[in-house]
């Protein structure tokens, strides 16, 4: 169905979280099918959710829509007649994502993210995963027609979680690496079809055949093909050419180090390229260190949280200069852009019919994985459902590292929502990233102890989680 009254509602929980907060404020205003509705914003901080509030007024002012402005610390307040719940919020996620860092390195494993394999991914669940399902629960009960968009890492585990445990709520679960058509404009790049963005056309989309698969951030491109002729060669050419005079330093953050290189070497490795290898750098082990020879690229850096509290902080003083005037209001449009979600849900209200990479049931779109393995795959996205596109095969090998992901990303789900200690112990011990069983117990009781603040009591009814 479309919603007919081209009035949808949007709720935001987390509208603090400014990575999605202030593109989804852009789109909203920018999008003819959006822009009548009411975009209700949600935050537990007051400070930050009444900044937004203001800022969102602000724009809609500014650019003379008809948008309505909602705003709310407590959700309840907001989730009548919501069409679409958008979640997008994270407790202090620069301070743990640090902690669960720094004491996962003292056990060798090196995590330049930490927020979805490993044990960071573990405990971001156990932080984040209650908040999600009292979320669920308020839904099912005040807006059980809305669409649930999960919009928080481990985007998997929380995706996994809802579709299990929420059964009755329509959702799925988002990450914006994959943003489309942006996604395939940078391997026409790669493939030398074209020299810039502005030269991509309709007509060029049409004759180029992208087909990306896998867990999310673990996600490999698994065919490209233009005017019928496989470019995959030339997008890995042009990873070796680039990772030759690929340089690090300055403010790009671990994430964003040796990617070229690493891309191209699992390719040589593999014969497919990574598509999200800011990440997928993290779910292999070959760069942490442990080998007895030295590699030619380093080992992972470490989460930087020291810059990374820098960067939340210059987003909200560049907030703070909209709310006093100093950067006019009408610089915001061409300040921001479009956000994957929002994308999404302008295409959902409107029936625009363009495909979206989202995280849902296989469906046997890979034609040798699980039907309800949770993948990252290419989606007609309608209000009447998602159904993936045809993908084929996981090769040999990727498939292997993918059903060990599954598996961990499902055991924590479980662990976190049943409140069962020895899955979670078990979860650390399937991840791909754990050497050591006393190792992994020790690291479960220092995150629960230095992450007491944020995690549920019921976890230490007991002090130890070994298993005597």
Partial sequence: MIITSNQPKVVVLGAGSLFFGRQCIWQMVHSEHLNKGTLALVDTNEERLNKLVKLARMVVDANNVDLKIEGSIDRKDVLKDADFVVLSFADDTVKYRGIDCEVSEKYGIRMCSGDTIGPGGIFRAMRELPAIMDCARDIEEICPEAWVINYINPSTVNGMALKRYAPNLKSFALCDSHHMPHKK?????????????????????????????????????????????????????????????????????????????????????????????????????????????????????????????????????????????????????????????????????????????????????????????????????????????????????????????????????????????????????????????????????????????????DWYAIKSYVVK
């Fill in 185 to 457: 404009i940078i391997y026409a790049k790669r493939a030398g079809i074209i020299k810039n963005e502005n030269e991509y056309t309709e007509e060029m989309d049409q004759k180029f055949d992208l087909r990306i698969a896998g867990v999310n951030h673990f996600t490999w491109l698994l065919k490209a093909e233009y005017e019928g002729k496989d470019v995959r060669p030339a997008i890995a050419e042009s990873l070796r050419r680039s990772a030759e005079t690929e340089t690090v330093g300055g403010d790009t953050g671990a994430k964003a180090l040796f990617n070229d290189s690493i891309s191209y070497q699992l390719y040589d490795i593999f014969g497919y390229v990574p598509t999200c290898t800011a990440h997928t750098k993290e779910y292999v082990p070959y760069w942490q260190g442990l080998g007895k020879l030295e590699d030619d690229i380093p080992p992972l850096s470490i989460w930087e949280t020291e810059d990374r509290y820098k960067r939340h902080e210059e987003m909200w003083q560049q907030i703070d200069r909209f709310l006093s005037g100093e950067t006019p209001i009408e610089e915001y449009m061409t300040t921001f852009g479009p956000d994957h979600a929002t994308d999404i849900i302008e295409n959902m209200v409107g029936g625009l019919g363009k495909p979206f990479y989202i995280n849902t049931f296989n469906q046997g779109a890979v034609t040798n994985m699980n039907d309800d393995a949770l993948l990252e795959l290419l989606c007609e996205v309608t209000m009447d459902g998602v159904k993936p596109l045809p993908v084929g095969e996981m090769p040999r090998g990727i498939r292997g590292m993918q059903e060990v992901v599954l598996d961990t990303h499902e055991l924590t789900a479980e662990a976190v929502v049943e409140g069962d200690r020895k899955k979670l112990r078990r979860a650390m011990l399937t991840d791909p990233l754990v050497n050591s069983i006393a190792d992994a117990d020790q690291i479960i009781d220092e995150l629960l102890e230095l992450e007491k603040d944020v995690i549920p009591k």
